[in-house]
């Protein structure tokens, strides 16, 4: 039986625009999970998304084929907190007390996918905050798999952003970047910054920025950037000045904008990569042509992989300034509609923050 037992203050999402402030019983850790009281939890743009246009992938209306959760969620798939308590007892330096990120995603670690090390693509995956109750609440019951112990001289605040910067390091390996690359990324928001925060940790490349002018191409400069350039009407000509005749030998689109990864492929050199990251909102066009007489191959990234991308994304948040730059501000739970209509509309440049200890008023 669990040490803490009692009620808790849930963020729990009904529908489109519907998220509400709940008290829910405290979860109770199974064998192989641990008890989390979190003390971080963050929104991106995929709990935006379900805000204003959803329920998409939230399972509201049918249960998730892989979790079976149907009806409302509690939200929040991306959280840190202090394990209470622990069924099957102390585990990979893990133990009641430990301060720990989670992955979130939960995978079988018995399908091929997952015995190739891609557990990101498990057959039975589920992410908690999506598909399972997560963690935008004061206790959340994961699986022990999702958590890594925070390094010594990492705050909390930067420690929040973890699991986003794992998969923009995710994202970079699936460049195949390397030293001496030359890279264009398109766009320099939340999940911009963090593949650029991913390129600078893992090749000596020299890296262009592409957004439009303001705070968040200066910060790409801050974090590594060797150039940014804005979008105007000449960006095209702009890009062409930076890369000669040559081209990029890598291309990242992280915009999901219309046109964007067919404006990647006039970019990149022959031979070269273009890691589609952004989601557009309706089918692309692209020159099939250029694609296959110039061999450029097109990669695609889908959240990360726990055991390989976690850990170091928590090193470089211990030893860097990037929490600092992305964290904005945090709040209480009462606050999570408001910060989601703010990250729907737009209003929010870098990342929001909660931290549930805050909330007392359901007491």
């Known amino acids: 039986m669990s040490a803490i ?31 989390v009281k979190v003390l ?8 935006a998304t379900e805000w204003k246009s959803g329920p998409i992938i939230f399972p509201i209306d ?61 057959e039975r995956y589920a992410t ?34 973890a699991q986003p910067l794992a998969v923009g390091l995710h994202a970079a390996r699936r460049s195949r970047v390397v030293d001496g690359d ?33 705070e968040r191409l200066e910060r790409a400069l801050r974090l590594g950037a060797a150039r940014t350039v804005p979008v105007t009407d000449r960006v095209a000509d702009d890009l062409r000045e930076v890369l000669g005749a040559a081209g ?25 990569t273009i890691l589609q990251v952004g989601l557009p909102a309706e089918r692309q066009e692209l020159d099939v042509h250029r694609l296959v ?13 726990c055991s390989d991308d976690l850990a170091p994304a928590l090193d470089i948040l211990a030893r860097t300034n990037l929490g600092a730059e992305l964290v904005e501000s945090v709040h209480g739970l009462e606050e999570v509609p408001a910060q989601l209509a703010r990250l729907a509309a737009g209003e929010i440049r870098g990342k929001v923050l909660f931290d549930p200890t805050r909330t007392l008023s359901h007491r």
């Open 293 to 305: 007489m110039n061999e450029v191959t097109i990669e695609s990234t889908l959240a990360h992989v």
């Open 128 to 161: 908690y905050g999506l598909n399972i109750d997560g963690g935008l609440a004061e206790y959340v019951a994961v699986e022990v798999s999702t958590l890594v112990a925070i390094p010594d001289g990492c705050e909390l605040d930067h420690a929040g952003v």
């Open 40 to 47: 971080r939890s963050g929104i991106c743009g995929t709990d």
């Open 182 to 214: 030359r890279v264009v990324l398109f766009g320099a928001g939340a999940i911009g910054t963090f593949i650029l925060a991913g390129l600078v940790s893992i090749a000596d490349a020299d890296v262009t920025v592409v957004d439009f002018a303001g």
């Open 62 to 122: 049918r249960p998730h084929p892989h979790s079976g959760h149907v009806g409302p969620l509690v939200i929040g798939h991306e959280f840190v907190g202090e394990i209470v308590d622990l069924p099957g007892g102390p585990v990979d330096g893990l133990a009641v007390g430990s301060h720990v990120a989670s992955g979130a995603g939960v995978s079988c670690g018995r399908c091929r996918r997952c015995l190739q090390g891609r557990t990101n693509l498990c």
């Open 248 to 272: 990029a030998d890598v291309v990242i689109e992280a915009t999901g904008a219309p046109g964007q990864l067919d404006a990647a492929l006039r970019i990149v050199r022959p031979g070269g």
């Open 5 to 35: 037992t009692g009620t808790m203050a849930a963020a729990v999402y009904h529908g489109r625009g519907d998220v509400r402030v709940e008290t829910r019983p405290v979860p109770v850790a199974s064998g192989g999970q641990a008890l």
